[in-house]
Structure formats: C-alpha cells, structure tokens
C-alpha cells in the first residue's frame, strides 16, 4: 500500500493550494455545502408556502417545479445551469457558481415538501385558535405556524444538509476544484495510490456526514418532548 | 449572439438514435441494480436485526458507512480502486465483463441497498413485536417467522419509501457517465460536444428522466390504491 501518498497530499485534500494558489478541497465541499443550504432554505421556504396557498395561480407553479425538478438527477440540473447560463446571459458563468445555484434550485425543491411536511403535521386547531384570536392568515403562519412548524423540521433540515454535502461532489463533473478534484488530480498525478486516495476522501466525508447525522438523531430525539400535538 | 434552437437536429437521426441507446442503458443499468440492491439490503436489514453480534455491528457499519459517502466517490472506489483490495478471481470476472457497466452497477447496488436497508429496518420495527413473539410460540422458527409472518407485512409498510430509494437511483444513475457507461447523460454530453446544441440535448433528456420517474409513481399509486388498501390479515 502506498499510504504516503496520502500524507503527502493530505495538506491539497484539506484546503487545496491555497495560501500559494486558490482555496480548493475539503474547504470549499464545505463552503458550497453551506452556501447552498442557505440558499436553499430561504427559496425552498418560499416555494412551501406558495405550494400550500389557497391560490390556484400561485400553488401549480409551485407544485409544477418541485415535481419537474424532484423528478431530475441533480446531475441534469448541474448540466442544465452550466449549459442554460450562455444561452441566457450570453456568457459563461463560473463553475463554482453555477454549480452552487444548481445545489440551491435542487435542494430547495426538497426543503418545499419538507416544509409543506412540517406546515401540515401540526394540529389543526392552531391555525384555527390563532385565526379565531384575530390574527390574519399571514400574521398567523408567521408567529404561530411557521416557529413550531420549522423548529420540528430541523433534523430534517440537517438531513438534507447531509446529502446536499455528499451531493457537492457532483460539482466535480463541471470543474469545480473541490474534494472529489483534488482526488482525482492527485490519482492522476501519481497513478500509484487509488485505493488509498478514494478511501481517505471517503473517510473525510463520511466524518463530516455521520456527524451531522448523529447530531439529527440527537436533535430529533430532543424534539418530539416538545411537540404540540392532537391528543 | 442569438441562439438558434434547434431540436430537430437533436432527436432526428443519428443523434436521435443515441440518446435512444442511452436511454436504453439507462433503463437496463437501473434495472439490474434495482433486483441486486433489493436482495443485498434484504439480506443486510436481516443481518442487522439478527441476534448475533458480530454481524449485527457489519451490517450497521455498512450501512452507516455507505449512506453518509457520497455516491460519485464510491463510483470512483470501484472504479479505480477496487482492483488491489478485491480477491484475483473476482478481478479476473470483472474484466471479463463490461467493466464500466459491472462498476456502475456494483457502486449503484451497493450504495442504495444502504439506503434500503434502513427502510426496511423501520418497516420491521412499525410490526408490533408480540407479532413475532405469537409465531416463535406457535413453533415457527426465526427464519421462518421471518419469512411467513413479519416480512410480508413489513414489505407492505415499506413499498412507498422503497419505491422513492428506487426512483432515487434511476436519478443516480446518471452519475455513471464519469466513469465511462454510455447512458442518457452521457449521450446528451456527447450531442453537446458534438452540436454545440447543449440545451436542447439536455432538455430531451430531462424529459425522458422525467417520464420514467412519472410513469413510476403512477404505476406505485394504482398499486397502493389496489393492494395497500386490503387490510392487512
């Protein structure tokens, strides 16, 4: 085994070249991971609520892209944004930054049913006691709704932090010079070591993943005390 | 510079006839790994709630290891790394096959029997546990009470999550073209490459994904409105 391999470029697998040359590896899975997560929550949010307004106009547009776009690899949606960008804006956008709104557009159409989830689990009666209190539909989702429905929601959120991590990998295919690139440039660079270089990237993700999966584990366990429920 | 659409071109003739053949790759490779990653997540779900330890700690390393890695990089293991670490018969089988097609059904399988595991782990632990209990005393064994009572009942339960983990990898499928199997992403990447008409090619070929993923879930929703609503025993 040629685990020295390893070691020697573990520094490029981390942060990529980065106080010599552009930040890369491990650092920016993670800053695309965060970076689409938020994205994803705020558009995700938005589109939840328009999928469950009493509107027809405003609820089958919602419906219409959380079907097309949770029906699509997300591999498709990476093609889609990094091929759609010079038709539209007439120039290329940044690898990094069309794989980040393609991680955004992906995600939020899965934060949309775990919102409409959250929104639907919740008694009845709470939307009907803050109504009958004198508060507006829209005063209601956002003080009384929207607070308990999205706190039951975060292991879910972490969840699908989860897999929007692993799914950063796929930014790879576009040239974005992240965790599954630096492995594949070091495998191309030493041709020695792919057994050994795939297991550590494997590892390092997994720390990353498995972590945040206790950590929802925990969290839901913690949660369900605080439920409101029917009974 | 205006763009000039063009779909004709993209469907019609030689082009047309490749996404076709992805198409068809596409459907095949999903196929396979559907029946392999059903079986391995069966038998792992088993595993996990067998009575002995040591295979009780395999099966949830496995499925705790192989459901937090991201599948591009599983693809990659097998790809390039499985060689040194597999036994030489194994290696010798592989190479006889279609390698790419034989990794990316191996990585597929392995990564959503995962997946499947898990699911069907929490069907079998929404059966009440007197369930098992009643059929150990009518002198069932466990394979048996397994087989005849709990399963059936369990896969009941767990055809809805299974059927979404089974849409999940036709999705995933298309993570096969880095590794070399031509399939439907593949060939609309080749028609760009080909055309310059990236849009248009990936357009069909999200349409067609798309029809596969709806033709599924209407085929599983005349299911459950047929089959789910019998009540159970």
């Not at chain 2, 295979?55 to 459901?67: I, P």
Request: glycine residues 6%; contains cysteine.
């Amino acid at each position: 085994m040629h685990w020295n391999v390893v070691a020697k470029n573990f520094d490029y697998l981390l942060i990529g070249a980065y106080p010599k040359g552009p930040l890369g590896g491990l650092a920016v899975t993670v800053l695309l991971a965060i970076g689409g997560i938020f994205g994803a929550f705020w558009l995700g949010l938005g589109v939840g609520l328009l999928r469950m307004a009493r509107k027809r106009w405003l609820r089958w547009p919602a419906m219409v892209y959380i079907e097309i776009i949770r029906g699509t690899p997300l591999l498709m949606v990476v093609f889609w944004f990094y091929f759609l960008a010079p038709v539209l804006l007439g120039q290329t956008l940044p690898e990094a930054q069309s794989a980040l709104i393609a991680l955004i557009v992906f995600t939020s159409a899965y934060i949309a049913e775990i919102v409409r989830a959250g929104v639907q689990s919740l008694p009845k009666g709470q939307m009907e006691a803050a109504r009958g209190s004198g508060l507006s539909h829209a005063q209601a989702m956002t003080h009384v709704i929207l607070p308990q429905a999205l706190f039951n929601m975060i292991p879910s959120f972490v969840n699908q932090f989860v897999s929007l991590t692993k799914d950063t990998s796929l930014a790879f295919i576009i040239g974005v010079s992240e965790l599954t690139k630096a492995a594949t440039q070091i495998n191309n660079r030493t041709l020695t070591a792919p057994t050994e270089i795939f297991i550590t990237v494997a590892l390092l993700y997994f720390a990353i993943c498995f972590c945040l999966t206790e950590f929802s584990r925990r969290l839901e366990r913690r949660i369900n005390r605080f439920q409101a429920r029917t009974r | 510079m205006a763009y000039q659409f063009d779909f004709a071109q993209v469907v019609t003739g030689q082009y047309g006839q490749w996404l076709m053949e992805g198409f068809v790759t596409t459907l095949k490779i999903s196929g396979i790994s559907i029946v392999a990653s059903l079986v391995l997540g069966t038998s792992v779900a088993m595993a996990r709630l067998s009575r002995v330890r040591p295979l009780v700690w395999l099966a949830a390393a496995y499925t705790e290891f192989f459901r937090n890695t991201p599948l591009l990089i599983q693809l990659f293991f097998w790809y390039f790394g499985s060689y040194s670490i597999l036994p030489q018969f194994v290696n010798d089988w592989l190479a006889r096959q279609n390698f790419e097609f034989a990794c990316g059904v191996i990585a597929l399988t392995v990564y959503t029997a995962a997946f499947i595991a898990e699911d069907l782990r929490s069907g079998i632990f929404a059966i009440p546990k007197n369930q098992l209990e009643a059929s150990r005393a009518c002198g069932l064994s466990f394979v048996q009470a397994m087989r005849y009572v709990i399963l059936p009942q369990a896969f009941r339960i767990v055809v809805p999550p299974l059927i979404s983990q089974f849409l999940n990898l036709i999705k995933n499928s298309s993570l096969v073209m880095t590794i070399g199997v031509m399939d439907l992403t593949y060939m609309a990447r080749q028609i760009e490459a080909h055309t310059f008409h990236g849009f248009e090619a990936f357009t069909v070929s999200t349409l067609l994904y798309l029809a596969i993923s709806l033709v599924v879930s209407l085929g599983v929703n005349c299911y459950n409105r047929r089959a789910l609503r019998t009540p159970a025993h």
